[in-house]
């Protein structure tokens, strides 16, 4: 259900572009590359299947999802590391999650991970 909403504000996005640009072709032609936070989605299955559903009838219908799932990450004020979390690291349900810095083991937010990331329209 999370993927669905999210992926209901895609889509309405991205027709109300395509509605600006007169003539473009949608459908087979269309690929969309999507990045989301793994924080905002549960599972990149659902969210394909929500994208299709959403799709149906719409210019949408035939085209192209290319998914990525970026990682959220830790960065340490402390001793200054930065990189990705894995999976299941922290709770998504947490508005200002902390996790251990894997390299001092102090208390650093999480960033990143939350969201649509960015949507790019390429036809082929």
Not at 13 to 26: F, R, V, W
Not at 108 to 121: C, H, Y
């Amino acid at each position: 259900m999370h993927e669905y909403s999210l992926m209901e504000n895609v889509v309405a996005t991205i027709l109300a572009e395509l509605q600006k640009t007169a003539g473009c072709p949608g459908g087979p032609y269309l690929t969309i590359d999507l990045k989301v936070g793994a924080l905002a989605v549960h599972s990149a299955e659902a969210t394909r299947q929500a994208y299709q559903v959403l799709a149906k009838g719409t210019i949408l219908e035939e085209s192209r999802l290319h998914l990525t799932i970026e990682p959220a990450a830790v960065s340490c004020p402390r001793c200054g590391f930065q990189g990705p979390l894995p999976a299941g690291a922290v709770d998504p349900h947490d508005a200002s999650p902390l996790t251990q810095c894997p390299g001092c083991g102090a208390a650093a937010p999480v960033t990143g991970g939350r969201g649509v990331e960015s949507i790019e329209l390429r036809w082929d």
